[in-house]
């Protein structure tokens, strides 16, 4: 079971924003997608969700090409996102926000409800199942967006951006939810960061994009070892080789 980008490319008009990429994601693997503003990080999710298709290549699940399967097909089969911006149902409160998640993936309400509040007590945010999903603090907005992405019990999780405009002590607690939801729920994860020392603590595998192309893809030594990633970010929020 192995959720994958098999040689992909995306073109719009003349514009190539992925160029034959190509990465995959295992059961309980965390699985970093790094790269300039601009790389195709974004647009990686998207088709691996089915909000994009591809011009080329296929994204695999489980060996099954999905490339063409719409978006609420791809995350009934297993595969969950969350997005830059928290997006959620702002007239709801947060117990109605995974609850009306889980009774569209198919659930009857009242055991919808169950699970979400089970999940809601495992991320430790239990305390907020009845507060408006409206004015939510910036980093609480973020867990019930992982806490909703979870509903249903998905096999893999893509992670846009979920640690942006956090401090150093709230993204290290978000590190710690990632480890728990691929360890103690075996789901794959995929990060997709700005925060290049968030992803290289996490991930046992790294994909560099930059101009939609992969430049480079390895563990955290590969990854700061490389000339090429150096390049792609000037420099720039890069750790240091330990």
């Given at each position: 079971m192995v959720l994958a980008l098999d040689q992909v490319g995306?073109?719009?008009?003349?514009?190539?924003?992925?160029?034959?990429?190509?990465?995959?994601?295992?059961?309980?693997?965390?699985?970093?997608?790094?790269?300039?503003?601009?790389?195709?990080?974004?647009?990686?999710?998207?088709?691996?969700?089915?909000?994009?298709?591809?011009?080329?290549?296929?994204?695999?699940?489980?060996?099954?090409?999905?490339?063409?399967?719409?978006?609420?097909?791809?995350?009934?089969?297993?595969?969950?996102?969350?997005?830059?911006a928290g997006r959620l149902f702002t007239g709801l409160d947060v117990l109605d926000n995974l609850a009306c998640t889980g009774v569209g993936l198919g659930l009857r309400r009242r055991e919808a409800e169950h699970q979400a509040s089970a999940l809601l007590a495992w991320l430790g945010i239990a305390t907020l199942e009845s507060r408006p999903a409206a004015g939510l603090p910036y980093t609480d907005e973020r867990r019930v967006a992982i806490a909703r992405a979870l509903m249903g019990g998905p096999r893999f999780l893509l992670l846009d951006e979920p640690a942006a405009g956090m401090s150093e002590t709230e993204a290290a607690d978000l590190a710690a939810v990632i480890r728990r939801i691929a360890l103690e729920r075996g789901i794959g994860c995929l990060l997709i960061e700005h925060n290049v020392g968030l992803v290289l603590s996490l991930a046992s595998d790294v994909v560099v994009l930059d101009g939609g192309r992969v430049i480079e893809r390895g563990d955290r030594a590969v990854i700061l070892g490389s000339q090429a990633v150096r390049e792609a970010y000037l420099g720039a929020n890069l750790p240091e080789a330990a």
């Amino acid at each position: 079971m192995v959720l994958a980008l098999d040689q992909v490319g995306v073109a719009f008009g003349g514009f190539r924003a992925l160029s034959e990429v190509t990465l995959a994601v295992a059961p309980g693997q965390i699985v970093g997608l790094i790269g300039p503003n601009g790389a195709g990080k974004t647009t990686c999710v998207n088709v691996l969700t089915g909000f994009q298709r591809p011009t080329s290549g296929r994204v695999l699940l489980a060996g099954r090409a999905v490339s063409g399967l719409a978006a609420h097909r791809i995350r009934r089969a297993g595969v969950a996102r969350t997005f830059q911006a928290g997006r959620l149902f702002t007239g709801l409160d947060v117990l109605d926000n995974l609850a009306c998640t889980g009774v569209g993936l198919g659930l009857r309400r009242r055991e919808a409800e169950h699970q979400a509040s089970a999940l809601l007590a495992w991320l430790g945010i239990a305390t907020l199942e009845s507060r408006p999903a409206a004015g939510l603090p910036y980093t609480d907005e973020r867990r019930v967006a992982i806490a909703r992405a979870l509903m249903g019990g998905p096999r893999f999780l893509l992670l846009d951006e979920p640690a942006a405009g956090m401090s150093e002590t709230e993204a290290a607690d978000l590190a710690a939810v990632i480890r728990r939801i691929a360890l103690e729920r075996g789901i794959g994860c995929l990060l997709i960061e700005h925060n290049v020392g968030l992803v290289l603590s996490l991930a046992s595998d790294v994909v560099v994009l930059d101009g939609g192309r992969v430049i480079e893809r390895g563990d955290r030594a590969v990854i700061l070892g490389s000339q090429a990633v150096r390049e792609a970010y000037l420099g720039a929020n890069l750790p240091e080789a330990a």
